[in-house]
């Protein structure tokens, strides 16, 4: 399959914001009045899906609607980036009314993490259209300590050159939807290196266990040469997080894997450093490709924004770790 990647934002365009997950409803009027004025400060122009407030039983809406509006926003001429409006857990319900042909004949960014990981992946598998596990709208609402967040969306949404991942210097876990002015911020001791080594891979991956609903199905993505870039939320612990894990290994192809970055848990996941480090390395199967964690992605705060489907160099050691995304 041919890759394909869509072109990067500039100033003008219109984006898109839909919500193929939960609703839009469930947003403060200071979280949208945020996250409406850090998008027009980029230059960009909002639009939103016509079904994007519905809200169902399960805070979500009809998969009528919400397909109605991702493929309306793919169909648009003037819309050039999507943006989901927030995770939640019925994504995947939505992947046997996709128009893959749709997509793959107007390729443009399409940019969520958590749930969201199942369209991510299933495009990329589908139409070999780079998608972007980054911030959701709704991670624009933040008032405080997103500049680490909005510099490396514009790394890699805005820009084509090479993106050496840094560790933050600091990261936060903390509830800033509920009180945006009480911030509590935690000093990042930098990477985990569990193996060392070095790779070269397509990135796949996001979140573990909605990347996992696409096992044995057509829209999980050849794991040929890929380095897996994966994360859990607050719902994990280390023994879900271990048979996730597990899981994915047991994969026919899961020996093509070059690689493995995680992103850092979240505090009531109670996965410290050395329970993961114990998971790692009672797996045979990882013994001699590099792993390393506590990168900034997932359901901590900031976070990098990755290429599902880019090329990423990995070069990992005690002394010094290198993350390098080449293609995106």
Not at 186 to 204: D, M
Request: with cysteine.
């Amino acid at each position: 399959m041919n890759k394909i990647y869509p072109d990067k934002l500039k100033t003008g365009d219109e984006v898109r914001v839909i919500a193929p997950a939960m609703s839009y409803s469930i947003f403060s009027e200071e979280l949208k009045e945020i996250a409406n004025k850090r998008f027009e400060e980029l230059g960009l122009n909002l639009t939103f899906g016509k079904h994007i407030d519905e809200k169902n039983d399960f805070t979500s809406s009809l998969i009528e609607s919400r397909i109605e509006d991702l493929h309306e926003a793919f169909s648009d001429k003037n819309v050039k980036a999507i943006f989901t409006a927030i995770g939640g857990a019925n994504s995947n319900q939505l992947l046997n009314y996709i128009d893959w042909e749709l997509i793959k004949n107007n390729p443009k960014i399409f940019c969520g993490f958590s749930d969201i990981t199942a369209l991510n992946n299933s495009i990329f598998a589908k139409t070999g259209l780079v998608t972007y596990s980054g911030p959701h709208y709704s991670t624009f609402g933040q008032k405080l300590h997103f500049d680490y967040t909005l510099d490396y969306l514009k790394k890699c949404l805005m820009n084509n050159d090479p993106i050496e991942i840094k560790p933050s210097e600091s990261w936060s876990d903390d509830s800033w939807y509920k009180d945006q002015d009480d911030r509590k911020l935690i000093k990042n001791n930098c990477w985990l290196v569990i193996n060392e080594g070095k790779a070269v891979g397509t990135i796949l991956g996001g979140n573990l266990c909605t990347f996992n609903l696409l096992q044995g199905t057509e829209y999980m993505p050849d794991l040929d040469n890929s380095i897996l870039f994966l994360e859990d939320d607050y719902l994990s612990n280390p023994e879900t997080f271990d048979r996730d894990l597990q899981s994915l290994i047991h994969l026919p192809n899961f020996n093509k894997v070059k690689g493995i970055v995680i992103g850092r848990f979240q505090n009531k996941s109670n996965v410290t450093n050395e329970l993961l480090t114990q998971i790692i390395k009672t797996k045979k199967e990882l013994n001699n490709i590099p792993v390393v964690a506590n990168v900034d992605f997932g359901h901590t705060d900031p976070k990098v924004t990755l290429p599902i489907g880019g090329t990423v160099a990995i070069d990992i050691s005690s002394s010094n770790s290198k993350i390098t995304i080449l293609d995106h």
